[in-house]
C-alpha cells in the first residue's frame, strides 16, 4: 500500500489521527503548500520531503517531527542542510522520526540536501494532476469529511447528478457532463472540480482526460469510486433531462 493509500485508508476508516500527527505524510506536508508565495526561493517538494510543513506565515516552515520553525530562505540553500544545522539533534535529520515518504513526491524532488530554486512548471505537471491543497498533492482531512471548498454548495444538493451538472460553466469545461455524472460539480475556481462524496479536487484538465478514469486514479478509496454507501442520484432516475447552462454571449 502506497502512503497515499494508507492515509486515505486511515482517514476514511480510521483511528482519527492525533493532533498533527497526519504530519508524518510526506504528501500531506506538501498539502500545507497551497499559498506558499511566489516569491519564494526554495521548492516546497524539496521542503516537504525534509520534514517541513508550512505555517502560512511568509516563507516560515516548521518540522513535524521537532517543530522548529526556518525561514528567510536565500536562493541556493539545501532544505536538508540547513535544518540539520538548526536541529542537529531532530529525529528527521537524524533518520530515527515517523516520516511516512511520498514515493510520488520523490520522483520530482531534488535529492535529500541538494540546492533548490523556485518551483518549475516542469517538474510539477505530474504533481499537478492530483488534488489541489498544493498544487494538486492531497486532499485535506477537513475535504474528506465535509465538503469545505466551497461553502456555497449544499452538500446534500450535489449528491445529485443534476445539480451537480448546473454548476458548471460550458467554456471552462469541456465535458460537464461527464464530469457531473462521475461524482464533480465545479469550484468556480480556474478548472477544478470537487467529488461530491470524498472531497477530492482535481485540476489542469486535458483533452483526452476522462473524469471516471481520473476520478479511480487519484482517489481509488472514494466510496462513489468503490461503490459503498453513496447516496448519488443519476439524472437517469430523475424525472426529465437536464441540460447544462448556455453559454452568454458577451
Known amino acids: 500500500m502506497s502512503s497515499l493509500d494508507e492515509y486515505l485508508e486511515r482517514v476514511v476508516h480510521g483511528p482519527p489521527f492525533l493532533p498533527g500527527e497526519e504530519m508524518k505524510y510526506e504528501v500531506v506536508r506538501l498539502g500545507t503548500y497551497k499559498d506558499w508565495p511566489s516569491w519564494t526561493r526554495v521548492n516546497p517538494v524539496a521542503l516537504a520531503a525534509v520534514g517541513f510543513c508550512y505555517t502560512g506565515r511568509r516563507d516560515v516552515v516548521f518540522c513535524f517531527a521537532c517543530t522548529t520553525e526556518v525561514g528567510e530562505w536565500e536562493l541556493g540553500q539545501a532544505p ?18 515517523s516520516n511516512v515518504p511520498s514515493q510520488h513526491a520523490a520522483l520530482h524532488a531534488p535529492p535529500v ?59 471552462r469545461y469541456a465535458c460537464p457532463q461527464e464530469l457531473a455524472k462521475n ?30 478514469e481520473e476520478h479511480r486514479r487519484h482517489f481509488p478509496l ?20 437536464v441540460q447544462p447552462p448556455a453559454s452568454s454571449v458577451s
Open 80 to 97: 536538508f542542510e540547513r535544518h540539520r544545522a538548526v536541529a542537529p539533534s531532530c529525529p528527521m535529520v537524524l533518520g530515527r522520526s
Open 113 to 171: 540536501g541538494a540546492a533548490s530554486a523556485s518551483p518549475s512548471a516542469a517538474p510539477l505537471r505530474e504533481i499537478s494532476r492530483r488534488t489541489f491543497t498544493w498544487n494538486g498533492i492531497i486532499p485535506s482531512t477537513e475535504s474528506l469529511s465535509s465538503l469545505r471548498s466551497n461553502p456555497s454548495i449544499d452538500s446534500c444538493q450535489v449528491q445529485s447528478e443534476s445539480h451537480r451538472l448546473r454548476t458548471f460553466d460550458n467554456r
Open 183 to 212: 461524482g464533480f460539480y465545479c469550484l468556480g475556481r480556474l478548472d477544478q472540480v470537487q467529488c461530491a462524496f470524498c472531497g477530492g479536487v482535481l485540476g489542469n484538465w486535458r483533452p483526452g482526460d476522462k473524469p471516471e
Open 222 to 241: 472514494c466510496p462513489f469510486v468503490t461503490g459503498s454507501g453513496v447516496r448519488n442520484v443519476s439524472i437517469e432516475h430523475e424525472a426529465g433531462p
